[in-house]
């Protein structure tokens, strides 16, 4: 149980592109979600909390315009990377609370999302 | 506010060693208390965790007792295996939110 999943897995795209990242909870509705990044041999960097039907919360630092999350529904949160440039390569993860399942505190991982800009 | 500091890796240990990985904490209140591990090239997975002080979590061999007069939440195994190779992540949630503090994870590798 308490399943999250992510799609793409990995994706390649050409700068200045934009890519979307789904991250999707499959048998729980996940009120809120988390958006993180993590860089080769780094710890997790909390990008955004998103919350069902309004707008995410950015963390300082992070350009809300370039990383677009939206979270429509209580199973599905989208990230947006627009325009995407080398440095945004890195691997991304989102997760979802559960807050019947595992307590208020508890927050279930996908599976990361690895993004390659060329 | 609420913060981690976790012990720096790489540690890598033969089979059957005894495993710890330090991990304290400082908080309002008693928050529950994390241990999460990222096995390569894959998303985090819970380990095991602690809702209140003096919980002993324990999972696939692996324990962690939440102490709070030493505000510590150290991982340990009685024998580890290959398998076990991975990173090791303690997390605590931010005071009064929803969002985890991690700590800067402590990668494990275990040889043969």
């Known amino acids: 149980g308490a399943v999250v999943s992510q799609h793409p897995s990995w994706v390649i795209c050409k700068s200045g592109t934009s890519v979307k990242i789904e991250c999707r909870s499959l048998?729980?509705?996940?009120?809120?979600m988390f958006w993180y990044r993590q860089f080769p041999k780094q710890s997790l960097m909390l990008m955004a909390t998103?919350?069902?039907?309004?707008?995410?919360?950015?963390e300082q630092g992070v350009e809300k315009d370039k990383f677009l999350i939206n979270h429509a529904s209580l199973t599905l949160s989208t990230l947006t990377v627009t325009s995407a440039h080398p440095e945004d390569s890195s691997f991304y993860i989102c997760?979802?609370?559960?807050?019947?399942?595992?307590?208020?505190?508890?927050?279930?991982f996908g599976p990361g999302t690895r993004l390659t800009v060329t | 506010g609420n913060s981690v500091t976790q012990m720096e890796g790489p540690v890598t240990l033969s089979e059957e060693a005894f495993l710890t990985i330090n991990c304290t904490y400082t908080?309002?209140?008693?928050?529950?208390l994390f241990w999460y591990v990222q096995y390569p090239g894959e998303g985090l997975q819970l380990l095991l965790k602690?809702?209140?002080?003096?919980d002993k979590g324990s999972n696939k061999g692996f324990e962690a007792t939440y102490r709070k007069e030493t505000t510590s939440f150290h991982l340990e195994k009685g024998s580890v295996q290959v398998s076990d190779s991975a990173v090791y992540f303690c997390?605590?949630?931010?005071?009064?939110?929803?969002?985890?503090?991690f700590g800067t994870g402590t990668r494990l590798k275990v040889l043969a």
């Open positions: 048998d729980f509705q996940a009120t809120t």
């Open positions: 997760s979802a609370r559960d807050e019947e399942r595992g307590g208020v505190y508890e927050q279930y």
């Open positions: 997390a605590v949630p931010f005071s009064g939110t929803y969002k985890y503090i």
């Open positions: 998103s919350n069902e039907g309004s707008k995410a919360t950015y």
């Open positions: 602690a809702t209140k002080a003096d």
């Open positions: 908080a309002t209140g008693y928050p529950s």
